[in-house]
Nanobody
Framework: QAQLVESGGGLVHTGDSLRLSCTASGRLFNINSMGWYRQPPGKQREFVADINSGGTTNYANSVKDRFSISRDNAENTVYLQMNNLKPEDTAVYYC??????????????WGQGTQVTVSS
């Protein structure tokens, strides 16, 4: 099968920066889009950003001017650079990817989540 492992969350102050990483591993033959979602306390999970295999990116309006998504195809890793963080960015951040995986029809995977807390 396959798995996504995230890292980089933590507790920061308003205006600080963080970089999240997510690495895909397993019996992979292809990695299509990779992206990030977040779930603020007491709210539903929401889209943050994604990037396809060609490098085209999409962002939620709330983060468009502050966050940047990128990927390292050689390392099967996607990054989310978060600048000028605000308290409303506080959430559990989840990596999501569409993967081609040998011996399974499953193609959409989620990471375990990493907590980002921004204090005012």
């Amino acid at each position: 099968q396959a798995q996504l492992v995230e890292s980089g969350g933590g507790l920061v102050h308003t205006g600080d920066s963080l970089r999240l990483s997510c690495t895909a591993s397993g019996r992979l033959f292809n990695i299509n889009s990779m992206g990030w979602y977040r779930q603020p306390p007491g709210k539903q999970r929401e889209f943050v950003a994604d990037i396809n295999s060609g490098g085209t990116t999409n962002y939620a309006n709330s983060v468009k001017d502050r966050f940047s998504i990128s990927r390292d195809n050689a390392e099967n890793t996607v990054y989310l650079q978060m600048n000028n963080l605000k308290p409303e960015d506080t959430a559990v951040y989840y990596c999501n990817a569409n993967l081609g995986v040998y011996f399974t029809d499953k193609w959409n995977y989620w990471g375990q989540g990493t907590q980002v807390t921004v204090s005012s």
